[in-house]
């Protein structure tokens, strides 16, 4: 069963077993304006909760990414390589930043759920 979190440095997460995909809400796209470059730590770098995992830059301004929770990224998509802008197109679908085995799932509990980030957004 796939779960998706929100948090509230706005990245979303959607996890799947012990795998969470991770990038940033519809709402951190629209403020940061089209995207110019993303830059994902390599794939089996360990990150503890509020670590960098990423960097996201646009012409407003750079912006880094979070660890969401402890886990090693898995993966990043190779998909932004090529067009950054994909991220401000499809912020929370084709727009995902980086996959990580999750270590402490734990860390879920508290996060907000699409309603939860609705009205913190408010």
């Known amino acids: 069963m796939t ?3 929100y948090t509230e440095e706005h990245e979303w997460l959607r996890v799947e077993g012990d795998v969470a995909t991770v ?4 709402h951190a796209a629209e403020e940061l304006g ?5 830059e994902v730590r390599e794939a089996g770098t360990p990150v503890s909760k509020g670590d960098s995992a990423a960097v996201v830059e646009s012409v407003k301004a750079a912006s880094d990414v979070y660890a969401p929770a402890d886990g090693e990224l ?4 190779p998909e932004l390589d090529g067009d950054p802008s ?3 197109k499809d912020p929370e ?3 995902w930043l980086f996959r ?3 270590t402490n799932p734990s860390q879920m509990d508290g996060m907000m759920d699409a309603e939860a980030y609705k009205t913190f957004l408010a």
């Open 86 to 88: 994909l991220v401000t």
């Open 3 to 5: 779960k998706t979190y």
């Open 100 to 102: 990580m085995k999750l």
């Open 34 to 38: 089209e995207l110019v470059f993303v």
């Open 74 to 77: 898995t993966d990043n998509n």
């Open 93 to 95: 679908g084709e727009g």
């Open 23 to 26: 990038g940033i809400t519809r």
